[in-house]
């Protein structure tokens, strides 16, 4: 039976990613801090089949700790501050989780078991300002946030532990990637949430920042296949994992609405931008200024031809199909709240 360990378990992609390793016969194993009330997040269903071990990534010792315990074969490091909006608001502690937790954990595994394999959660926010279009593996990074630059770190620094100790490491560069256990303070969630409530009489309007950025978007339940698979290659390398498709905020607004049963009229621009509810007149979109980025990352959009070759990974859920999941997923919870 292999052993896995998880950084980052109670996330979205922890979620996923524990499934998928379970259905495979694995012994999973997850890190969890230590909170004064117990939060399971997103694995709750799985609360009896993970094996959790306290631990930070601030917190080499705990590390090499849960390294030990775990004796895993396989290590994916999802632990994350990840919501890039509050990097600008705490960036030591993002450089101190997303940056300094990467080597934490590598550390870790080089110290109790270097011949484990290593997978490190890279992302597309480092490609920021991008140098091409679509960005690749061999695309020019320029991180646009506090994240983006914590998290380029982590990505060199897992590409220098496999030159310098022949570590079996990888990063996966996934774009953005959502769900029906998405956050709701990423823009996604925060939509079709929105959408759900407004639909139901339970929310008036739905206030956003940037709605012109652009972004890559798939369904984690296919990316977290992406990040094992390449664990089970001869050789470690990078990898983007993309759709190869990109959408504005404002183009994923129309969709969740419509999908929610309402058409939307939009007018206006920049900070005056409206969208009305066709069938009432209602303004249900508008712009809050507060929600601006100090940096933005305007256009995302990958090309997975490499993990499409080398790995025989290919997305199952399409844009349409991700929208439409997580909107009736919203619909749902927020008919059964009292
Ligand atoms: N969150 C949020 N809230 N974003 C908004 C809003 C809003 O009200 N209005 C517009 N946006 C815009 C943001 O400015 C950004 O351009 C875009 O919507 C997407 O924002 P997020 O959903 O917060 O995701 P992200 O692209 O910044 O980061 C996500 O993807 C990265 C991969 O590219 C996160 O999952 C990161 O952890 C991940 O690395």
């Not at 996923?16 to 939060?39: C, N, Q, T, W």
């Not at 939009?266 to 066709?278: C, F, L, P, Q, R």
């Not at 990974?313 to 399409?318: F, G, T």
């Amino acid at each position: 039976m292999k052993r896995a360990l998880i950084t980052g378990v109670t996330g979205q992609d922890g979620s996923y990613l524990s499934e998928l390793l379970l259905d495979k016969g694995y012994e999973v194993y997850g890190i969890m801090r230590r909170k004064s009330v117990v939060d399971y997040g997103n694995v709750e269903h799985l609360k009896d089949k993970i094996k959790f071990i306290y631990a930070d990534m601030t917190d080499v010792v705990s590390l090499i700790s849960a390294m030990k315990i775990s004796q895993a074969d396989e290590i994916f490091n999802l632990a994350a501050q990840s919501f890039v909006a509050t990097s600008w608001e705490q960036p030591l502690a993002t450089a101190d989780i997303d940056a300094v937790g990467a080597i934490n954990i590598l550390e870790a595994v080089r110290i109790v078991r270097p011949e484990a394999k290593f997978y490190q959660a890279s992302t597309s926010e480092m490609f920021g300002l991008v140098q091409e279009i679509p960005q690749k593996e061999t695309t020019p990074f320029y991180p646009r946030s506090p994240y983006g630059v914590a998290k380029l770190y982590g990505h060199w620094i897992t590409k220098n532990y496999r030159e310098s100790y022949n570590l079996f490491a990888c990063s996966g560069i996934l774009f953005n990637h959502e769900s029906e256990r998405r956050g709701k303070e990423f823009v996604t969630r925060k939509i079709t949430d929105a959408a759900a409530r407004i639909k139901l009489g339970k929310q008036q309007y739905l206030e956003l920042g940037n709605m012109d950025s652009k972004r890559d978007w798939g369904h984690s339940a296919d990316y977290v296949k992406a990040m094992w698979l390449m664990l089970q290659q001869d050789t470690p390398d990078d990898y983007v994992i993309a759709t190869n498709e990109t959408r504005t905020v404002r183009e994923f607004v129309d969709i969740a609405f419509k999908k929610a049963g309402i058409e939307l009229a939009w007018k206006g621009s920049g900070v005056n931008e409206t969208a009305t509810n066709k069938q009432n007149g209602k303004v249900v979109v508008k712009v809050n200024p507060k929600f601006f980025r100090p940096a933005e990352v305007d256009l995302l959009i990958g090309d997975p031809t490499k993990a499409e070759t080398n790995l025989g990974w290919k997305r199952e859920v399409s844009f349409e199909q991700l929208v439409s999941r997580m909107v009736e997923n919203d619909i749902r919870l927020v008919g059964e709240e009292k």
